[in-house]
């Protein structure tokens, strides 16, 4: 079965950039989506289609694709931004979906 | 303004049943695929099926094929979860969530998740 492999953990201080990366080998000719996910909440799409983002998102989150590897940026973080972040996508049929692992962005 | 609204968790014995549903509002329902998306608590988030505009085209992952059934009933713009022989590794928060894309447009639309549902599978 298809899978996304992300890193467990990122730290940032405030006002730093935190990267997390998603790879997966259908990454090159299929979006990736990102997902931020606060304690007890629903997730809320940060990023879709590799690198565009949703209406009310903050500028500071951005993403970018290459290769078998997709990239969510977030720059200048803030405290608000710890959550945890999915990345998303299917495989390359397009048929089955795949969440990454999660990874815990901490901001301190 | 979208709507999805879930319905039908609960315990369930290991072995046992239980149907889901999610009640749509606010979009075009037979325009859009669907899909069932799952939390185990403490633990990250999982695709478990999804099911074309039409229902005749549905997917799943590994871990459940063969005793889920995702089906969708578009007259009453509804979307249903079949669970069977349920298993202490399916207790989760189950969401249903609408595709991102109008099947007619090809258009980028949104993504909107319900509130999810808690089903717990223990004796």
């Known amino acids: 079965s298809y899978e996304l492999t992300q890193p467990p953990s990122v730290s940032v201080s405030p006002g730093q950039t935190a990267r997390i990366t998603c790879s997966g080998d259908a990454l090159p000719k299929k979006y990736a989506y990102w997902y931020q996910q606060k304690s007890g909440q629903v997730p809320v799409l940060v990023i879709y289609?590799?690198?565009k983002r949703p209406s009310g998102i903050p500028e500071r989150f951005s993403g970018s694709s290459s290769g078998t590897m997709a990239t969510l940026t977030i720059s200048g973080a803030q405290v608000e931004d710890e959550a945890d972040y999915y990345c998303?996508?299917?495989?390359?049929?397009?048929?089955?979906?795949?969440f990454g692992g999660g990874t815990k962005v901490t901001v301190l | 303004e979208v709507q999805l609204l879930e319905s039908g968790g609960g315990l369930v014995q290991p072995g046992g049943f239980l149907r889901l549903s999610c009640a749509a509002s606010?979009?075009?329902?037979?325009?859009?695929?669907l899909n069932w998306v799952r939390q185990a608590p403490g633990k990250g988030l999982e695709w478990v099926s999804g099911i074309s505009g039409s229902g005749n085209s549905t997917f799943y992952t590994d871990s459940v094929k063969g005793r889920f059934t995702i089906s969708r009933d578009n007259s009453k713009n509804t979307l249903y979860l079949q669970m069977s022989s349920l298993r202490a590794e399916d207790t989760a928060v189950y969401y249903c969530a609408k595709e991102y894309y109008d099947i007619l447009t090809g258009f980028y639309t949104g993504d909107y998740w319900g509130q999810g549902i808690l089903v717990t599978v223990s004796s």
């Open positions: 289609e590799d690198s």
């Open positions: 998303y996508s299917t495989d390359s049929s397009g048929h089955y979906s795949v």
């Open positions: 606010g979009f075009t329902f037979s325009n859009y695929a």
